[in-house]
């Protein structure tokens, strides 16, 4: 298959409003669902990675994403054939405030391409240039923020949690300025450009702004979104919308859970950064925990409030859906089967995460409820008493043998390379050894042999995540034009639950040069 020959899926254009103006300024679009604009063209693309698996999403060859035409392409320089490039229109709560349009403002969607599987893929093209939603930023986005999009979203993927995909990452050749940390120091810097895919790119503000609009936008969105990405769920109708609701209630869930296993913080958890396929979306200032921290959040535009620190990320989640109930409640004109929903969520999330905090531990299932949950909740009191990371501990502590008599100093020292402290005090030891003798008895209850706990654990907790100061070294070196840890990462990345001996130096806790170095652990929205 070559790039001309790819099949597109036109009916996001076809079915939904366009908006009638076709010039490209900056504006309120009312009665449309998007807006036809162009990529700018830019000076000198050059491809500095691609992912081989998505690019087989696309069934793109690594020949393929080798030519010409692929960077022309994917950089926004050429169209595939029949491609109408447009803007989306939605609004959004922002750190809790509606803020009315917001919109796609430097993301302009290609095309949808049909792969032999007959999956539909939509690609969309982050930092190509402004659109009408652009309000009064340029539309473009820079290398380092494009790194970390580009090589998190295969990580996350790669460590099975649910995301948009990243085909490709480009430098334009251009330039644009920024002032990372908002303090009065604009510099120029690398401008870049990531194609990403995803079965939808519609988030919950799509339904909050056509909400706001009329109630036949909402319904012409909501049948078109129900019929392309819901079909399973039958014709759309009141209860259809339920199930619907539900069912995005359900990802929602399921998609945070996931993220409370690998210790990710999204960072900007605005209504308009949620997926409505419930898929990790928008890279921005995201992290992962470094000493395992709940209140611990990387974006230092909620270093006050801490709205989307990591032990938040349900409880937000449970507020961006009841915003989206809010919105799709016109359709319905019923609140119990949302009420329900939202309900359901709640009592899904507590269990699921009960269960995969037990997975994490080494347990398949969970046992005794409250006694299990105690287990949990005591380890997680020692995290917090002693700075610990959770992903080195985890792998650690599932090469343990707890068939035999607890040795409390062998444990620690196999445990040590978790800690960021080098002794233990007496008092914290104590806590430690509490919970083991709890976690010895109860791996001894569990029926699973040594090998079969070490299996679910291992598969369960990856070795490697993209740690914030792995993914600051990369972007150093790509700025300097060598992209060799960039390639190296997503290589690694890509089997993150593997034990790969020679890249042990990635699965080393934050040493201290990156403690409070901007762009590791503390991020800002510029980008
Ligand atoms: P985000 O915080 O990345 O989710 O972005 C919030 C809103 O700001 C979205 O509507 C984005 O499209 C828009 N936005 C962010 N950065 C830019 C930019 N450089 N140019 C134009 N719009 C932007
Ligand atoms: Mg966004």
Request: proline share 4%.
């Amino acid at each position: 298959m070559t790039l001309d020959e790819l099949s597109l899926d036109t009916s996001y254009i076809e079915c939904l409003p366009a908006d009638p103006q076709a010039a490209n300024f900056p504006r309120q679009v009312h009665g449309a669902c998007f807006s036809w604009v162009m990529p700018t063209k830019t000076s000198a693309a050059r491809l500095l990675a691609y992912s081989a698996d998505a690019a087989a999403l696309l069934d793109l060859t690594d020949e393929d994403c080798a030519s010409k035409t692929f960077s022309d392409v994917f950089s926004g320089n050429q169209l595939l054939t029949g491609s109408k490039p447009y803007a989306t229109s939605y609004g959004g709560h922002q750190f809790g405030n509606w803020a009315g349009q917001l919109g796609d403002g430097r993301a302009i969607n290609l095309c949808s391409i049909v792969n032999k599987r007959g999956e539909s893929w939509a690609l969309q093209l982050k930092g190509a240039g402004p659109t009408p939603y652009s309000r009064t930023a340029d539309g473009y986005a820079v290398l380092r923020s494009s790194l970390r999009e580009f090589l998190c979203s295969e990580a996350m993927f790669y460590l099975r949690v649910p995301t948009t995909r990243a085909l490709s990452l480009m430098t334009t050749g251009d330039t644009v300025v920024r002032d990372v940390l908002y303090d009065g120091n604009p510099q120029p810097e690398q401008a870049a450009v990531v194609c990403r895919l995803a079965p939808s790119f519609t988030r919950f503000g799509h339904f909050q702004y056509y909400a706001e609009q009329s109630l036949e936008l909402l319904k012409v969105f909501t049948d078109y979104t129900i019929q392309s990405s819901f079909s399973h769920l039958g014709a759309p109708d009141k209860a259809c919308y339920i199930r619907w609701f539900n069912e995005v209630c359900e990802s929602s869930c399921d998609m945070v859970v996931e993220w409370m296993r690998v210790g990710f913080v999204h960072g900007v958890m605005n209504t308009d950064n949620m997926s409505i396929l419930g898929l990790t979306i928008d890279y921005g200032p995201y992290g992962w925990l470094e000493a395992y921290d709940p209140s611990w959040t990387p974006n230092t535009t909620d270093a006050n409030e801490h709205r989307y620190a990591f032990s938040q990320q349900a409880k937000i989640t449970h507020w961006n859906l009841y915003q989206l109930a809010n919105a799709i409640y016109p359709l319905i004109e019923e609140t119990e089967g949302l009420e329900l929903a939202l309900r359901n969520f709640a009592e899904r999330y507590a269990r699921q995460w009960l269960l995969m905090m037990n997975n994490k531990l080494g347990f398949t299932t969970t046992q005794h409820e409250e006694e299990d949950r105690q287990l949990v909740e005591q380890l997680l009191a020692f995290f917090a008493l002693y700075e610990t990371d959770m992903t080195i501990f985890f792998r650690r502590l599932a090469m343990l043998d707890p068939a035999g008599e607890l040795d409390f100093e062998g444990v620690v020292q196999q445990l040590s390379p978790a800690f960021y402290e080098e002794t233990m005090p007496e008092a914290i030891q104590q806590a430690l050894r509490d919970w083991l003798k709890n976690y010895w008895q109860r791996c001894q209850q569990a029926s699973t042999t040594a090998s079969e706990r070490r299996e679910l654990m291992n598969k369960t907790n990856p070795k490697y995540v993209l740690r914030n100061y792995l993914a600051q070294q990369a972007i150093e070196m790509s700025e300097q034009g060598d992209q060799s840890l960039l390639h190296e990462l997503l290589a690694v990345l890509k089997s993150p639950y593997d034990e790969q001996p020679e890249k042990e130096h990635f699965n080393q806790k934050r040493p201290d040069w990156a403690k409070h170095k901007v762009g590791c652990s503390m991020l800002s929205c510029s980008s």
